[in-house]
């Protein structure tokens, strides 16, 4: 059974608008997020991450938002890039999974100019 | 400063072979963590390595087992493979056992024919 879903395999978005990646979770023992940023051929980059006593985390044009009672935390991209198009994991863990991630399938973006 | 690495880049086994993938992680980081990315899913937490010693353990029989080296790199290895195996196997270095970022490699893909 799937801790992290990421529901929509894919995203289409036009360069300068904003992308929005959602994540569900299961897990309420989960209480530290991450996003990840995969291009072909090489691993996953670090993106943001947001602690479960946070709401919210900002960082330049990515921002996460965590909504606990829903399960359900997204990740915002203003603007777009074209340099944004990759694969975007959503990862969370616990302290019980201690530092493990539990990662999502992922969310291709694609960012047309 | 290199970051994680990992050799080889590629692999082709047959069933019922062994294999040891290899990674050195990015300087200073003496945590190294193994996962696996079977296509089309999210990467999956095989297990841990921290002070030479397996910390933490994902859902993954014992044909998987690991090494940690007094320099901090690992090796991971793969007993009786079979065809189910075939994945891209990331690496992921980190400092202690916080809940930090963790900083993966580019991966190696195994291909069980």
């Known amino acids: 059974d799937q801790q992290v879903k990421q529901n929509s395999p894919s995203l289409s978005v036009q360069e300068g608008r904003i992308s929005i990646l959602n994540c569900d979770y299961t897990?309420?023992?989960?209480?530290?997020f991450l996003w990840y940023k995969k291009y072909p051929a090489e691993g996953p980059t670090f993106l943001i991450s947001i602690s479960s006593i946070k709401d919210k985390n900002e960082d330049g044009r990515f921002t996460v938002f965590l909504n606990k009672s829903a399960k359900h935390l997204s990740l915002h991209i203003v603007p777009s890039q074209p340099g944004d198009s990759a694969v975007y994991f959503c990862?969370?863990?616990?302290?019980?999974?201690?530092?493990?991630?539990?990662f999502g399938k992922g969310t291709t973006l694609s960012v047309s100019s | 400063d290199a970051g994680v690495t990992q050799s080889p880049t590629h692999l082709i086994k047959t069933r019922g072979q062994q294999v040891t993938l290899r990674c050195s992680p990015k300087?200073?980081?003496?945590?190294v963590s193994w996962y696996q990315q079977a296509l089309g899913q999210g990467p999956q937490f095989i297990f841990q390595y921290y002070e030479e010693e397996e910390r933490q353990r994902g859902n993954f029989p014992d044909r998987f087992s690991g090494h940690q080296f007094p320099n901090y790199s690992s090796e991971l290895n793969v007993n009786a493979l079979l065809l189910g195996d075939s994945a891209l196997y990331l690496c992921a270095s980190s400092l202690g056992q916080g809940r930090g970022e963790q900083f993966f490699g580019p991966g190696t893909r195994l291909t069980v024919l």
């Open positions: 300087s200073g980081h003496d945590t």
């Open positions: 897990n309420s023992m989960f209480d530290y």
């Open positions: 990862a969370a863990t616990s302290n019980q999974a201690g530092t493990a991630l539990i």
